[in-house]
């Protein structure tokens, strides 16, 4: 049995599920169905990221009112 590295985050690995992401919606259905209203819908998140998870990062982030988080290269959106 061959097992796969969660941490092995290569090039070919993140084409492969970005691909896969890209041509179908059963991953955004679960986790939409899994989390109902905790599910970010609006930013497509490519993971289970809640909107609590999201909440948690900016207050940890600590932005002042006229600072701006600017997100470069880490997917589509989302965590």
Same mark, same amino acid.
């Given at each position: 049995?061959?097992?796969?590295?969660?941490?092995?985050?290569?090039?070919? =690995?993140?084409? =492969?599920?970005?691909?896969?992401?890209?041509?179908?919606?059963?991953? =955004?259905? $679960?986790?939409?169905? !899994?989390?109902?209203?905790?599910?970010? !819908?609006?930013?497509?998140?490519?993971?289970?990221?809640?909107?609590?998870? *999201?909440? !948690?990062?900016? =207050?940890? $982030?600590? *932005?002042?009112?006229?600072?701006?988080?600017?997100? $470069?290269?880490?997917?589509?959106?989302?965590?």
């Amino acid at each position: 049995m061959t097992t796969t590295d969660p941490f092995d985050f290569t090039t070919e =690995r993140a084409d =492969r599920f970005h691909t896969s992401y890209a041509a179908g919606e059963l991953q =955004r259905r $679960l986790y939409a169905e !899994a989390f109902a209203d905790e599910y970010p !819908a609006e930013v497509d998140p490519t993971s289970s990221c809640t909107w609590s998870v *999201l909440a !948690a990062m900016l =207050r940890g $982030l600590r *932005l002042g009112p006229d600072e701006i988080l600017v997100d $470069l290269g880490s997917s589509g959106g989302g965590h």
